[in-house]
């Protein structure tokens, strides 16, 4: 197998140049802000600090969800942080989450703000504050948070894993994606043999698990991740996967979630800020005035 470079590390690693790919610009070995930079409060219990990654999407599907389900209380305000220039260092969204990653909320509807870091976490921390998409008990509960934390275990593999070296690394390295690529596939058909039994992932009901999951593995088999990546995987194949994504894009909330702080694709599908329902009708990138 031909090697792009032969590398021999060196007895102790130090950051002696850029890394290089596509987020070099923000890879650095420490933690900690960078600048001083305090994070906007709108009108709403929640806010909302977050980019439309599939990690971002879980939890804007996750709030439009229960807004459906009439949960007056899950109005929130979604505040656009680009990642690619640095705006979760800033002190403000370190102090909500100190490992710098999207998406971070502060929920803001009692005496004191509670703050809640990483997406499983935060679709957990909502699905018990409300009441909804989580089942109380027994053999369903733990279905769903076993399906649930496969998704955060298993999709570093897909998005660090696959998706750097198969889109992103500044060099296409034959063992790194053959070894990720056969990974993700596998993952695949872990989740197509669930879904052959099953109508949703943790069962009969719709709930965290598929929020969580859809992103990631529904958008990968949709052929939104990784430019030609769903010609590469034969994502056609794993036919429960295809039937469980059009199921959840037939879901109005689902379709709504998916806007929120995206910056990427049609204009008419990118809201960059939600404050408002209404949002979603007057402020989609291609109805706000050019910038400048």
């Known amino acids: 197998m031909a090697e792009s470079s032969e590398y021999v590390p060196p007895k102790v690693w130090s950051a002696s140049k850029p890394s290089g790919g596509a987020f070099a610009n923000i890879n650095r070995p420490v933690a900690g802000a960078t600048h001083e930079k305090a994070l906007p409060v709108g009108r709403h219990p929640l806010q909302l600090y977050s980019l439309g990654t599939p990690n971002g999407v879980k939890v804007t599907v996750m709030l439009e969800e229960l807004l459906a389900l009439g949960h007056r209380g899950a109005e929130y305000d979604a505040w656009l942080i680009r990642i690619n220039e640095g705006d979760q260092f800033g002190s403000g969204f370190v102090a909500v989450n100190p490992n710098s990653k999207i998406p971070a909320l502060v929920d803001r509807s009692g005496p004191e703000p509670i703050r809640v870091f990483e997406s499983a976490a935060i679709l957990v921390y909502l699905a018990e504050k409300f009441d909804a998409l989580l089942p109380r008990e027994g053999a369903a509960r733990a279905a769903c948070f076993s399906w649930l934390f496969w998704q955060m275990g298993s999709a570093p593999y897909l998005g660090g894993g696959f998706g750097h070296f198969y889109a992103y690394a500044p060099a296409k390295i034959e063992y790194a994606i053959d070894r990720f690529a056969m990974e993700v596939k596998r993952q695949l058909d872990v989740l197509d043999r669930r879904l052959a039994d099953h109508r949703y992932v943790a069962g009969d009901a719709y709930t965290i698990a598929d929020i969580a999951i859809f992103p990631w593995y529904g958008g990968l088999a949709k052929g939104w991740l990784y430019g030609t990546a769903a010609e590469f995987l034969s994502v056609q194949d794993y036919r429960n996967v295809q039937r469980w994504a059009d199921m959840l894009l ?42 400048g």
């Open 250 to 291: 037939e879901r109005p909330a689902v379709r709504r979630g998916r806007m929120v702080n995206r910056t990427s694709g049609e204009l008419s599908s990118q809201l960059h800020e939600r404050h408002d329902a209404s949002d979603f009708e007057t402020r989609t990138a291609d109805k706000l005035p050019p910038p």
